[in-house]
């Protein structure tokens, strides 16, 4: 059979369908989500086509397509990756020649749209401050461990290690899949040591809230909890200044954790970064950080140009 028969054979459907069933293999979180992206390229290209009408041209046509439709453009890049992943994969099980296989250019992250706010200790505390116990308590662990929000939501006393004080994250719980030690001593301290307390036979979760009504016995998990950090900022009269958002606790924790003397590599053990270019897109020196950083080096060419004159006998 000739390669060009071979990838007349192969519809779009089972094309893309080499990429949901590697999610699947792999045990990929958005394997339950690839499919809305997927869906796109479904549309545009006809599911029961032809592989072979994918070319170059008509991939830079989907780009303008999807561009014109109002898609953000980590969105349509995401897509893209898809498409050129489901070739690679078809390719790799030999579903089609690789002289067959399109050029698809991955296009350029949008790095305009990264997340850049921050909230100071004090800011944080008097959110707090307007927030019920269990919600302020997870704010807090938030803050001083920059974990992600998903796995504080998920965190359960079976991850509790009395013996050493501190929880042992499953990789099934992590959004890299590896697995975390946070140890519960310093600012982390108090903020367990009250949910020890508020610890409720038969509920698995560190945080935890009624189940229903505030006086229920039942408890459920933390859930979204943005509306109440919305209201609490603006009960803080906070949100008149700049717009917060409860991400920005895990920006402000990593800022919080170099800001304080913590090697940006041992900070990335509390946050679980997997690499520093991600670690520093969060951009973590502010300009009042930067602003000390150009005085000091200021003060310190000051003193050295003092003393070389002084060395020379100016």
Same mark, same amino acid.
């Given at each position: ?12 459907? $089972?094309?893309?369908? #080499? ?15 690839? !499919?809305?992206? /997927?869906? #796109?390229?479904?549309?545009? *290209?006809? !599911? ?24 953000? #453009? ?8 898809? /498409?050129?992943?489901? *070739? ?38 008097? %959110?707090?401050? #307007? ?8 704010? $807090?662990? &938030? ?49 367990? $040591?009250r949910r &020890? ?14 189940? !229903? ?9 933390? !859930? ?7 209201a609490a900022? $603006?009960?803080? @009269? ?41 670690f520093h897109?969060?951009? %973590?020196? @502010? ?19 003092? @003393? ?7």
């Open positions: 059979m000739g390669d060009r028969t071979q990838a007349s054979i192969l519809t779009v459907d $089972e094309l893309l369908d #080499h990429v949901t069933a590697d999610y699947a293999a792999k045990g990929l979180r958005s394997a339950k989500t690839v !499919g809305y992206s /997927l869906q #796109h390229l479904r549309d545009y *290209f006809g !599911g029961h086509r032809r592989s072979g009408v994918i070319t170059t041209v008509r991939v830079n046509e989907y780009v303008a397509f999807r561009r014109q439709q109002g898609a953000a #453009h980590n969105t349509i890049r995401i897509e893209v990756h898809l /498409l050129a992943r489901a *070739f690679r994969l078809a390719v790799r099980s030999r579903r089609l020649p690789e002289r067959l296989q399109p050029r698809i250019d991955n296009l350029p992250p949008d790095n305009s749209t990264v997340r850049e706010g921050f909230v100071t200790r004090e800011e944080m505390e008097a %959110i707090c401050a #307007h927030l019920p116990k269990d919600y302020a308590d997870v704010v $807090e662990f &938030l803050f001083h461990s920059g974990w992600r929000i998903g796995e504080a939501r998920k965190l359960q006393w079976s991850s509790w290690d009395r013996t050493t004080r501190a929880f042992r994250l499953r990789a099934a719980d992590s959004k890299t899949k590896r697995p975390r030690f946070l140890p519960c001593a310093g600012l982390l301290e108090p903020v367990i $040591e &020890l307390a508020a610890r409720v036979l038969g509920c698995p979760w560190v945080f935890h809230r009624p189940a !229903g009504n505030k006086n229920s016995p039942r408890r459920a998990p933390i !859930g979204d909890f943005r509306k109440r950090w919305h900022v $603006e009960e803080a @009269s906070l949100e008149a200044e700049r717009r917060r958002l409860p991400h920005d606790l895990r920006r402000s924790a990593a800022k919080f954790m170099v800001e304080a003397g913590l090697d940006p590599r041992r900070a990335m053990g509390f946050t679980g970064h997997t690499t520093m270019a991600v897109r969060y951009q %973590i020196v @502010s300009p009042d950080s930067m602003r000390e950083a150009a005085e000091l080096v200021a003060a310190n060419g000051a003193r050295r140009s003092d @003393s070389a004159r002084k060395a020379n006998g100016r």
